[in-house]
Structure formats: structure tokens, C-alpha cells
């Protein structure tokens, strides 16, 4: 029998789990959530850092920013379940002076939102946080002590339980192979377990987000890139308490993880592509980094199988996609986070419930985030990418 609900959610992960908790939360009960995995956290969600950060160079990202982190430290409370928020800080490490000018830039920034929490910081200031750093060429860095990390998966599972708590329904091991339209907009979608009524669907399948907006007619830009990330062996020589730690250099970051540390650096030679698989050829390249910003790290023992990857969601300017596609009545998308999903998944429930139940929503500039701005050619740079 045909089932009708008030709002499909097409994919189960952080982002689609945080706007079923913030529809149910405004009062919107008759919400169903559809991932094609048997569990949830099988696509990007469970493959993160769980970094979250306010240090942005954009006014979105930083008016995002300043929603989710309160929002994921207060996230107990608010939810009744753990998020694992580690307020550790992010540090990051300028060794040239132009990167100090465009960490200052960021400041001034952040101060016309509103946002004081980063602090710039002397050269001696950024070794005394981590005094393994590599010091002879250290001309600055920035410190924001908000910013830190979380468990994906259990601000994951946080979200939809509440949701479910609160009405929602969630229906795993179900794929949706098509949206249908009449004249007015969306009538529903198609999935492998029959046909669903709406009049509203949101668009939340990560990096697959460009073939769901295909069954509506939509081409939506976002690419799916690998990003791999490497734990290392217990390694006592880095305190458990130390920052997300970013070589500006290089753009090399670790951070502690249980015993050892989390080890990321974006390789400029990946291409976009649905690839999933630990290159273990990875390891070398990450480490020749590593120990060019923390010469200690020439220690670290790590053992390439329990490398991993995943993928990132990328848009031409590096940020979201939120909001109604204007050519089709019903459609809402919040695809494409460009590797800050995680972080911004509180934002973006709250924006997109906004704009599902009132048409508006005042938490950041939704306008500058709509799909319409590549064909207005109104692309933002964001250059804190990482
Ligand atoms: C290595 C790595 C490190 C990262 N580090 C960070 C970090 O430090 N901080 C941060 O904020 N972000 C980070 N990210 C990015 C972050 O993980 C993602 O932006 C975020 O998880 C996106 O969440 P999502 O729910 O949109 O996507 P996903 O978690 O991928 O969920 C999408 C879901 O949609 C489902 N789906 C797809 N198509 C369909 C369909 N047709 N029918 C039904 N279901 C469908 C998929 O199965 C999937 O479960 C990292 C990502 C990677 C890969």
C-alpha cells in the first residue's frame, strides 16, 4: 500500500538524522527518513574526523559555525544523548607572513560577526600549546579553545533517536530510485520497498547527492572526493588534551585519537571519484609531512591497514547547498559541506526545518547558500578548507 508522509528525507547520515530532530522539534511529527544502508553512518558521517571549528574565513560558515558548537556542547542536554564534544581547541600554525596576514584577516572577519573566541597568538605562544612543533620558522598561529571535536556517530544517533522519540520514522535498507513530479512539484519518490506520497523532499544523500537531484531533473554540483585518514600507534609523546593541530604549510593536521593520534592532509593529486579504498601508498606521503612540521613524529609507528577513507562532498566554492530548488516545488537540498558535514549538522536541521515550515530562516544568510548562486555567478570563497 502507498504510504503518505508530510516530509521524505532521503538519506539517513548526520545531516539528514539533525533535520528529522529539528522538524520534530518545531512541531512537523509526520517525517520519514529513507537510507539504503542496513545502518546508518555507512557513508561519510562514520568515515570523519569529528572536527568542529568557528575559525572561518566566511560569514556563513562562521554564522553556521556559531549555532553548532553551542548547540553540540549543550548537545546532552538538549537531546538526552552523548556527542563526545572535546572542546581541545584548533591551532593554527602560520610560518610565513602571508599566512599571518590572512590569519588576521580571518580575525576581522570573525569580529564582524560577532565571533571573539579566536585569539592570534606570538610564536612562543603557539610552542608553549605544542612544544613539538618544529619552532624555527613559526611566525604565528591562531587558537580558538571552542573549537574541538565530537563523535559523529553518536551526535548521529543522538538526532534520530530523539527524532524517533518525537514521531519520526526511519526505514533502513530502502533506496530511492526516483522523485516523481506533477505540474505543482514533487509527488513522492520511488524506492526499492514501493512508492511513498509527499509534497516535500529533502535532499540529504551526501556524496551522492548530485544522482538523487538527477531524478528530479536537477543538476546539482557536487563531487565526491576521497580523503584518507591515518591513526597511529600509541604515541605518549603528544598530550591527550593537545588541539586539532593544522600545519598552514601544507595543510597537514592531527589530532590525539585514544593513545595515538588521527593523522589527515589533503592530497592535491586525488581526483574526484566514488574511490573508497586506504591507498596504503598513502602513509609515506603523509608522513614525510608530518615530520617536516613535528620532528618527533619521525617515531610514530603506524600500521597502514587501519588506514581508511572516505568521501567528501564537494562544491565549486567550497560550501554548502541549502534550501528550495526554485524550478521544483518541494525539492530542499543540504548536500555538498566540502569536508565541515559533521560540524555544521546542527545548522543545517535548524535552517532547513526554518525553511521547510516557515520559508525563512534567520540563523545565517540562506540566500548566499542557495543553488541558485552558480547560475547568478555569485560563487563565496572560503580558503580555511581542510
Ligand atoms: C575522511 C573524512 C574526514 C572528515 N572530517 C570531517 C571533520 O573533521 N569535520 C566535519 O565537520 N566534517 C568532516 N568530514 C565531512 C563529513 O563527514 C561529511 O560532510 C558529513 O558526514 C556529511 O553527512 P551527510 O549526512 O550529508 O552524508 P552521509 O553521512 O554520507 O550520509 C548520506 C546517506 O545517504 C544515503 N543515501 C545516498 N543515496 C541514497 C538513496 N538514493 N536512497 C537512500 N539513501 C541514500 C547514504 O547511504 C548515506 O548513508 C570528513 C569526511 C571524511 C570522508
Not at 115 to 138: M, S, T, W, Y
Amino acid at each position: 500500500m502507498t504510504k503518505t508522509v508530510d516530509i521524505v528525507i532521503v538519506g539517513g547520515g548526520i545531516v539528514g538524522s539533525s533535520i528529522a530532530y529539528h522538524l520534530t522539534n518545531q512541531g512537523c511529527r509526520n517525517v520519514l527518513v529513507l537510507e539504503r544502508e542496513a545502518h546508518q553512518g555507512l557513508g561519510s558521517t562514520g568515515k570523519s574526523m569529528g572536527g568542529v571549528r568557528a575559525q572561518f574565513a566566511t560569514k556563513v560558515n562562521i554564522q553556521m559555525s556559531l549555532y553548532s558548537i553551542p548547540f553540540l556542547a549543550g548537545f546532552e542536554e538538549l537531546t538526552g544523548y552523548p556527542s563526545g564534544y572535546r572542546p581541545q581547541g584548533y591551532l593554527f600554525v602560520a610560518n610565513s607572513t602571508s599566512q599571518l596576514e590572512y590569519l588576521r584577516a580571518i580575525h576581522a572577519r570573525q569580529a564582524e560577526v560577532g565571533f571573539e573566541g579566536a585569539e592570534l597568538l606570538e610564536p612562543e605562544e603557539v610552542l608553549r600549546i605544542v612544544p613539538q612543533l618544529r619552532g624555527d620558522d613559526v611566525v604565528g598561529g591562531s587558537y580558538c579553545s571552542t573549537d574541538g571535536f565530537v563523535d559523529p556517530y553518536s551526535v548521529m544517533n543522538g538526532f534520530t533517536a530523539r527524532a524517533v522519540e518525537w514521531g519520526a520514522r526511519i526505514e533502513k535498507g530502502v533506496e530511492v530510485t526516483a522523485i516523481l513530479r506533477d505540474e505543482a512539484g514533487v509527488v513522492g519518490v520511488e524506492t526499492t520497498r514501493g512508492r511513498v506520497q509527499t509534497r516535500t523532499i529533502v535532499n540529504a544523500a551526501g556524496a551522492w547527492a548530485a544522482q538523487v537531484a538527477r531524478m528530479a531533473g536537477v543538476p546539482l554540483p557536487v563531487e565526491p572526493l576521497r580523503r584518507m585518514l591515518v591513526p597511529t600507534e600509541p604515541f605518549p609523546l603528544i598530550a591527550h588534551q593537545a588541539p586539532m593541530t593544522i600545519d598552514m604549510a601544507t595543510g597537514f593536521h592531527f589530532r590525539p585519537e585514544g593513545l595515538g593520534l588521527l593523522l589527515a592532509w589533503n592530497d592535491p593529486e586525488e581526483k574526484p571519484g566514488f574511490k573508497t579504498a586506504f591507498d596504503s601508498a598513502f602513509v609515506e606521503k603523509i608522513l614525510m609531512c608530518a615530520v617536516q612540521r613535528v620532528p618527533c613524529f619521525e617515531d610514530l609507528q603506524v600500521n597502514p591497514a587501519r588506514g581508511w577513507a572516505g568521501l567528501y562532498e564537494m562544491t565549486p566554492d567550497h560550501h554548502a547547498i541549502l534550501g528550495p530548488v526554485p524550478q521544483v516545488p518541494g525539492l530542499f537540498l543540504a548536500n555538498g559541506f566540502s569536508g565541515h558535514g559533521v560540524m555544521h549538522s546542527p545548522a543545517t536541521g535548524k535552517i532547513l526545518a526554518d525553511l521547510i515550515l516557515d520559508g525563512r530562516s534567520s540563523l545565517a544568510d540562506t540566500h548566499a547558500l542557495g543553488i541558485e548562486r552558480f547560475a547568478e555567478g555569485r560563487l563565496i570563497e572560503e580558503t580555511v578548507v581542510l
